[in-house]
């Protein structure tokens, strides 16, 4: 398989509606409103946030990297919707209120595809916050970037598939 057919693999439809109903649904629990999905693309070179991300892994039947990036002023917002108070960016409250919700996606995408007959078990997340925050795409890992926009402000969500 050439270079060129790697980055353009693409998650299967049911995955796909996986992911973003699951990012929807845990949005629209955290901020009270679903979030406009702006459709999906293929990361050929990388991520750069100037913000905070969590990444988390789903392990089993698929072997998935999702990785959540909220730029720095989607990010205070939307952690004040979800911890119920306001949520400095640079606190150590900013990073437990994006690994929780990296850990509640997760979970929920999770249960989608267990949905349809895919298994897999999710990970600890980790978080990293910059200015900007650059995540090094390996080259013979196919991903994806799914693009939303919240009443909090916009936000992305990458797979990196190791299959």
Wanted: glycine residues 10%; negative net charge; proline residues 6%.
């Amino acid at each position: 398989m050439s270079q060129t057919e790697l980055n353009s693999l693409d998650v299967s439809t049911e995955e796909r509606e996986c992911v973003v109903e699951a990012v929807s649904s845990t949005l629209e629990w955290i901020a009270g409103e679903r979030p406009e999905y702006g459709g999906e693309t293929s990361v050929d070179q990388g991520l750069r946030c100037e913000g905070i991300v969590g990444c988390i892994s789903l392990i089993g039947d698929i072997e998935w990297s999702l990785v959540i990036s909220i730029p720095e002023p989607t990010a205070e917002p939307l952690a004040a919707s979800f911890a119920g108070f306001e949520v400095p960016f640079d606190s150590p409250d900013m990073g437990d209120a994006i690994g929780e919700l990296a850990n509640l996606v997760a979970g929920e995408v999770k249960v989608h595809l267990d949905g349809i007959g895919i298994s897999a078990d999710i990970s600890l997340p980790q978080i990293f916050r910059g200015d900007p925050v650059e995540l090094v795409k390996l080259s013979h890992v196919p991903a994806r970037l799914f693009s939303f926009e919240s009443a909090c402000g916009p936000f992305w969500v990458a797979i990196g598939s190791g299959q």
